[in-house]
């Protein structure tokens, strides 16, 4: 069977998963030592490249992880218009895609870095998905587009995030030889996704649920 381009918010999980990336997304210098496999060196200029968002850690008593993943993922994240709050609630959905995408990298499911953005079902759906990848030898390569951001915080421990995401200039690569396969002609390129998050003692937003994926609100993100 012919290979095609995959995603982290939109293949194989129960919702429209895509293989988000922020090439290098880092912490600021706040930032501590990274856990379990996760780089702690990056440019500025690596950083400028590959993400529209303000990076602006929740708090800066918190020991994050940074995060680098391989030059040709990318993800530009449209810069959303929000509150301090919503701010940080955002910030670690970001983050919680990259980490994703440095466990499809390295093919990883045991990473801790998952852990420290993901818990309950939806850490479960994660690691499923890194699985999978592992095991079928897949990354993906390109740039995927991030937008239309929608941050909702119903008390201080709950939130929802919802947005878009463009996966066209997004391919699949085979781990072992570095061949990007070509895409599937019915592969889907816009994907809503929404989220369910709960805040840690910490002060980490961690994503708790994924919620099912919805065709409609699909197509409204196609532009």
Known sequence: MKKHAM???????VTSFLLGACSGDSESEDTPDAINGVQNEQTDAENDSTSEVSQTPTESNIDRPEINLPEDM?????????GDAEQRVFYDVVQG???TDYAISESDPSLDVLEFYYIADALVDVRTYVRGAAEANDTWT??????????????ERDAIVSYCIDTSGVQTKE???????PRAEDARDFNFTEVVLQQSEEGVWQVSRIMPRDEEKDAA???
């Open 142 to 155: 390109g740039t995927a587009e991030y937008y239309d951001f929608s941050v909702e915080i119903p008390n």
């Open 221 to 223: 993100c196609e532009r």
């Open 97 to 99: 895609i990259n980490a």
């Open 7 to 13: 995603s982290w918010f939109a293949a194989t999980i």
């Open 175 to 181: 781990l072992d030889t570095g061949q990007v396969l």
């Open 74 to 82: 990318n993800n530009n994240f449209e810069d959303a218009d929000l």
